[in-house]
């Protein structure tokens, strides 16, 4: 078993941890949304030992609020509602990186999950029930995966918006997009945590050395960072690699 921890990146924002629910384990969202959606009756696909083996250690991640965003695309501005401007610059950023008349999005929620052991993250928007999502149809997922164990970085959801949508209505406990780990055989077992100056500093060495070294390999990253991170207590379960 491979212990996993998460925690909320609030910014300095209350109230955010107690908004966040607990990430649920894929196939059992699968289960309850399906029994849902058929009286009680699961269809035939649950059944599929290839879906059990995609869901191992794979958990879904729900929307902590309920917000509606509206997009200006002649502006290239966002709108939301309900929450003040302060939150806004926090969390949303619009992309104008993918290329002329193409619009993009950064939302929460933001988390970060990390391990003393080396374990890989892999984010990706939810495949099985997609249409459950508010995103679906909306927004191109922008996937990515990183060691856990080498990396503190907080993840959150960055896409481009489909041609034409004006809006994305998000309710709380509406699933957003799922987390997956690689640990081999391993069982992965989730346990929150709460941000610290420790964590703090970690992840934004982490987020913002791409700043000074622009398209680094993250083995690389991975080998600039190692001493900082063991320096605030991070990796401690990892070999150094001999040289």
């Known amino acids: 078993m491979i212990e996993v921890k998460w925690c909320v990146v609030s910014k300095g924002i209350s109230g955010l941890e107690g908004a966040q629910e607990e990430p649920i384990p894929m196939f059992s969202y699968l289960k309850s949304q399906n029994k849902k959606m058929n009286g009680g009756v699961l269809p035939e696909y649950m059944n599929c030992y290839a879906l059990m083996e995609f869901c191992k250690n794979a958990f879904v991640i729900t929307s902590p609020i309920t917000i509606n965003i509206t997009f200006d695309w002649d502006k290239k501005h966002a709108f939301i509602d309900n929450f003040t401007q302060h939150f806004f610059d926090s969390f949303f950023k619009v992309r104008e990186e993918f290329g002329v008349d193409r619009l993009g999005i950064t939302l929460p929620p933001r988390l970060v999950f990390f391990s003393d052991e080396s374990v890989t993250i892999e984010t990706m928007p939810l495949l099985v029930l997609s249409n459950l999502s508010p995103l679906h149809n909306k927004l191109s997922f922008v996937t990515g995966k990183f060691n856990i164990g080498k990396w503190v970085r907080p993840i959150d959801i960055s896409g481009e918006l489909f041609n034409g949508v004006s809006e994305i209505n998000i309710k709380r406990g509406d699933p957003l997009f799922i987390v997956r780990f690689q ?30 070294r622009q398209a680094t390999p993250l083995n690389k990253c991975y080998e600039l960072l190692d001493g900082f991170l063991r320096h605030l207590g991070f990796k401690n379960k990892i070999k150094k690699e001999k040289k």
Do not use: T
Request: hydrophobic share 40%; charged share 45%.
């Open 183 to 212: 640990s081999g055989d391993k069982e992965v077992k989730l346990k929150r945590v709460y941000e610290d100056n420790k964590l703090v500093r970690a992840m934004a060495e982490c987020a913002d050395l791409k700043i000074f």
